[in-house]
């Protein structure tokens, strides 16, 4: 099955090409808030001269994240899988990220992941995992946190901290004692991580309805008033 994976849930404006769990193609753009403009031309550059009727299915970053990224993100997910009739999965976005971490830093199993993602202020959205065989599995599910409570909720558990907001995690006051950061490269979402994850969705019958998929903006959404 050749899944389009799709993120723009940060910074980070990325598309992958999945074909039995590997990635075949992947463009990857962090240059800040382009992704209205750039994602399709992502998806356009791995998706090669075969174009979207290669796909058998889609698969998108649902966060948490930005509100702006991740309804870009997901409207065109759903607006290829309307237009070729093919089935969409939502992916948890912290959880591509710490299969991506994972990976690239090439944790061993037991290790501890911490994903994390900036929530303005000195919140954190985060999310725990522990390597398995199969991957990373969820400890908890995501949250909105300060640094202060997040510090407690780990109480001293060693972890990797991956994500956007592993800088900030890291400021808290002792918290590298217990806490280290992935390298550089791990530390970005990544759309393969997002493909992979979606195929597998996809493979165990779990795609979503196309009319009612949604972001997972964890934060309830406003708009300013003037």
């Not at 174009?51 to 948490?64: K, R």
């Not at 001293?156 to 890291?170: P, Q």
């Not at 002792?174 to 597998?200: F, I, K, N, W, Y």
């Amino acid at each position: 099955m050749n899944v389009l994976g799709i993120e723009t849930a940060t910074t980070v404006c990325a598309a992958a090409l999945v074909r039995g769990g590997r990635v075949v193609a992947e463009s990857l753009l962090d240059a800040g808030r382009v992704h209205a403009e750039k994602l399709m031309c992502q998806i356009v550059a791995v998706l090669g001269p075969e174009g979207v009727g290669s796909l058998g299915g889609v698969a998108v970053s649902i966060g948490p994240g930005s509100f702006t990224g991740l309804r870009i993100g997901v409207s065109v997910a759903k607006g290829i899988a309307f237009a070729r009739n093919i089935p969409v999965v939502g992916v948890p976005t912290l959880e591509a990220l710490a299969l991506h971490a994972a990976e690239t830093d090439h944790a061993e199993t037991g290790t501890r992941i911490l994903a994390a993602l900036d929530a303005r202020r000195d919140e954190v959205y985060c999310q725990l995992f522990d390597v398995r065989p199969g991957g990373p599995v969820p400890l908890w599910d995501v949250r909105d946190m300060t640094l202060g409570a997040l510090m407690t909720e780990l109480h001293g558990s060693l972890a990797r901290v991956t994500g956007e907001a592993a800088a900030k995690v890291l400021s808290w006051p002792d918290a590298q004692a217990t806490l280290s950061m992935v390298p550089a490269e791990a530390l970005r979402c990544s759309g393969g991580s997002v493909a992979r994850l979606g195929e597998r969705l996809l493979l165990a019958g779990k795609a979503d309805d196309p009319s009612t998929l949604e972001p997972r903006y964890i934060k309830d959404f406003f708009l300013k008033k003037r």
